[in-house]
Nanobody, 124 residues
Framework: VQLQASGGGLVQPGGSLRLSCAAS????????IGWFRQAPGKERVFVAA????????NYADSVKGRFTISRDNAKNTVYLQMNSLEDEDTAVYYC??????????????????WGQGTLVTVSS
């Protein structure tokens, strides 16, 4: 599975962005997909995850109520809708695939494939 993240950019506080994670392969629906982010000088941390069927989603406390993860298996794509963005959301965002994952939180070491990051900058 190859993953390609896109959709990052510069946005003002309070604004919105939608990230996309496009995947190759015909087994996309067998993978849970997670989004992680890494701010400058900090560790990569979990943001959100979704199961292969989209039945289960999970969010970090810091983004609950502001971010929404979804997927379209017909398009092999997972989305991260980010609303009410804050300065603290500035980071490089990565998507990752976890084979047979449930969509619940698992450590990043359990993800099998990673995409390249896309930079999100929240600044006025």
């Amino acid at each position: 599975v190859q993953l390609q993240a896109s959709g990052g950019g510069l946005v003002q506080p309070g604004g919105s962005l939608r990230l996309s994670c496009a995947a190759s392969g015909r087994t996309f629906g067998l993978y849970a997909i997670g989004w992680f982010r890494q701010a400058p000088g900090k560790e990569r941390v979990f943001v959100a995850a979704i199961s292969g069927s989209a039945y289960t989603t999970n969010y970090a406390d810091s983004v609950k109520g502001r971010f929404t993860i979804s997927r379209d298996n017909a398009k092999n794509t997972v989305y991260l809708q980010m609303n009410s963005l804050e300065d603290e959301d500035t980071a490089v965002y990565y998507c990752a695939a976890n084979f047979a994952g449930t969509g619940r939180y698992v450590p990043r070491g359990q993800y099998d494939y990673w995409g390249q990051g896309t930079l999100v900058t929240v600044s006025s």
